[in-house]
């Protein structure tokens, strides 16, 4: 489904009263990757490594330095205006912050029906009908339609936010770090509901984490980022059991595991 050759992003660092630019962040550096369609294909580094960039390059949120992207084995630098504003319909995001990424100031109803008003027609009872049914398969109740951002849990922020991806019927979904923010008992239930809507939906992701015990719960392939490149590339039985670089290795031995011998007072 998605084929990424060669992909560069640099952002130039620019100093002095002039604003010179006297270097570059090499934030994604000539990365090549494919996710089959069904699968979920896990991007993982340490913070600052670029696979946020990354995911956000693919969306066509930022334009790309160079390399091609392909979707469905169309460039999606080829598309004329109409054809790309059309492939956003098929390609959604799931963000990390439940808190900033929903508007505070609209209804649960406006958040997740705004790309439904961009991208069709639809009347206000077809609207209705397939909120409450987004709502559905996300474990809200329909009422919760009604009400603000700010009267949920963060749990059930990122309910909402993948109701608003999932709305569009899309194809395939970026998950950039969708429960890095939660307590961890709330990321297990979230979690389990990605693994269900893709079952359901006949879903491809994209998941976006630092943290490797997420990885091997959600992914069948995991590609790992250092420094805006991909140091290693395989499916999770190659990374977690013969892993192969330093990089690597230092990442899992930074999975904490449960002391045996503690005990609750």
Avoid at 213 to 224: K, P, Y
């Amino acid at each position: 489904m998605i084929e990424v050759k060669g992909l560069r992003k640099y952002f130039p660092v620019k100093k002095g009263v002039f604003q010179r630019t006297t270097g570059f962040v090499k934030a994604v550096d000539d990365i090549s990757f494919s996710i089959s369609r069904g699968e979920t294909f896990g991007l993982v580094g340490e913070s600052g490594c670029g696979k946020t960039t990354a995911g956000r390059l693919l969306l066509k949120l930022l334009p790309s330095d160079r390399g091609s992207i392909f979707f469905e084995g169309r460039d999606t630098d080829t598309l004329n205006k109409k054809e790309a504003f059309a492939l956003r319909k098929d390609m959604q995001v799931i963000f990390q912050d439940p808190f900033s990424s929903l508007n505070p100031r609209m209804r649960v109803r406006e958040i997740i029906s705004e790309g439904l008003l961009l991208h069709g027609k639809c009347s206000a009872a077809e609207i209705d009908k397939k909120c409450d049914e987004a709502l559905e398969m996300v474990k809200l109740r329909g009422e919760y339609k009604y009400r603000y951002p700010h009267q949920f849990s963060g749990g059930e922020r990122q309910r909402v936010g993948i109701a608003r991806a999932i709305i569009l019927e899309p194809k395939f979904i970026v998950c950039d770090e969708p429960v890095s923010s939660l307590d961890v008992s709330i990321q297990a239930k979230i979690l389990k509901l990605l693994k269900e809507l893709k079952t359901r939906l006949g879903l491809t992701y994209l998941f976006i984490t630092h943290d490797l015990s997420v990885v091997a719960n959600m992914c069948e392939r995991v590609a790992v980022m250092f420094n805006g490149k991909i140091v290693e590339e395989g499916s999770i039985k190659d990374i977690y059991v013969n892993p192969k670089g330093a990089y690597t290795k230092k990442l899992l031995k930074s999975i904490p595991i449960p002391d045996p011998h503690f005990h609750r007072i």
